[in-house]
């Protein structure tokens, strides 16, 4: 029973993903200057540039914005770069889910399919969703530069766990030595 | 008296459909399944003189003509497959593969089972029986139907008809069978008139979308995709290993 309801799970936490990955944009989400370059960052010319990912997604903007020191010039940043960033996953999820439908229009035709290859460009297709539907979640979530902050957060954690652990041992040391004594 | 109406009006509307189907012709496009048709209207007229004038042997037949009828029921899922992926020889080839896959799960969980394994399973009684094909019929009908989604089959309405109605008649039967199952006193007095009504239900689908001939779409295939397989699989790959790095990029900017 219980399988079955993990099983569940798993399989409606895997909708949602996709379905975030592939979530529509609302036209409020974005500013005028973003509508009117809409068409022109939407090509999809424009989701193959490294420079264009690594801008979006490197926290050097972020950390020059905190050296002006105004929460409400960080929150707009924020708020602005949340939604180019989402564009950007989104776009590339719809991207992976034209190719693949291409791909399967074509192939359907075809006398001589390769089953062992087309399962696995299904499951390369699958993890390139599933990875588009994480980082959507991670991004709504935690904001733009999520995965940095994510590190950052664990390595913190990390190091205050094995501050706790140093702690922990040294007391019981005491402990134990003070057990010793009749 | 119910009973016997509802009867009437079924065997009524599968005459109705075997006589339209036979001036449109569409039994040459879909012979199992105005074949299954035919048998299910026999079926009924024997089963009627049976009950109103032997019904001490109306369950035996009933039983016996349930099995048949699944029996030629399945071919109906072949034909399916059969005529809608015709044009699609890729896909009928993956179609084949998953159904493989499919009912090789279903006997392998079969032989799984731990009270006596297959034979207990095949023993067990008639409606647990019927109700054990008909979630194989099922299993293959929700397959077969995600990958027509999947490649984007054309149907035609005619198709698109026998398949939704079908499907409905196999849903309708599980139902039936589970709550026959786990509340048998309480689901007695309906279940002599819940069968033929939801039958009458299909039976008015299949006379709606099966009383005018509706060939299949037709799809104009690109002329260069037979040889150029292998440059299509090359390409795909090629575009989506681009978008890993470029979500790599992303992640590690």
Known sequence: MMQGFAFVAVAVFLVVLLLLSAGHEKDEDLTPGAKRNRGRLGSADALQSAELVLRIFSPKDREFIELRHSPRLQRLYQEERRKVALHWVRRTSREVSRIMRHHRLNARYSQNVNVAAETKLFGQYLELRFLCGVLVFLIQLLGPHALVDLASYTGKLYEQLGRTMRDVSAVSNVASSGDAVP | ?253
């Open chain 2, 1 to 253: 008296m119910l009973n016997v109406m509802i009867w009437s009006v079924g065997i009524f509307l599968e005459i109705l459909l075997l006589v339209r189907g036979f001036q449109e012709k569409l039994y040459r496009q879909f012979p199992i399944f105005y074949l299954y048709l035919l048998f299910v209207m026999l079926n009924d007229v024997v089963s009627m003189g049976v009950y109103r004038w032997v019904p001490n042997y109306y369950f035996q037949v009933y039983w016996v003509t349930q099995f048949l009828s699944l029996a030629i029921g399945s071919g109906i899922i072949f034909e399916i497959y059969r005529v809608a992926l015709r044009s699609f020889p890729g896909a009928a080839r993956m179609t084949r593969y998953v159904l493989l896959i499919v009912f090789g799960a279903i006997f392998a969980k079969a032989l799984t089972i731990p009270s006596g394994g297959v034979f207990t399973w095949l023993a067990a009684a008639s409606i647990m029986l019927e109700r054990n094909l008909r979630i194989v019929q099922a299993l293959a009908i929700v397959t077969l139907g995600l990958l027509f989604l999947w490649y984007a089959i054309p149907f035609g309405k005619n198709l698109k008809g026998i398949l939704f109605g079908y499907s409905l008649f196999i849903g309708l039967s599980i139902v039936q069978f589970t709550l026959w199952r786990y509340s048998l006193e309480q689901i007695k007095p309906f279940w002599s008139y819940a069968q033929p009504v939801c039958y009458l239900l299909v039976m008015g689908i299949w006379v709606r979308t099966l009383w005018f001939a509706d060939s299949l779409p037709e799809v104009n295939p690109d002329v260069q995709i037979e040889i150029d397989y292998e440059l299509l699989m090359a390409t795909t790959r090629d575009q989506f290993r681009k978008t890993l790095a470029r979500l790599g990029w992303a992640a590690r900017a």
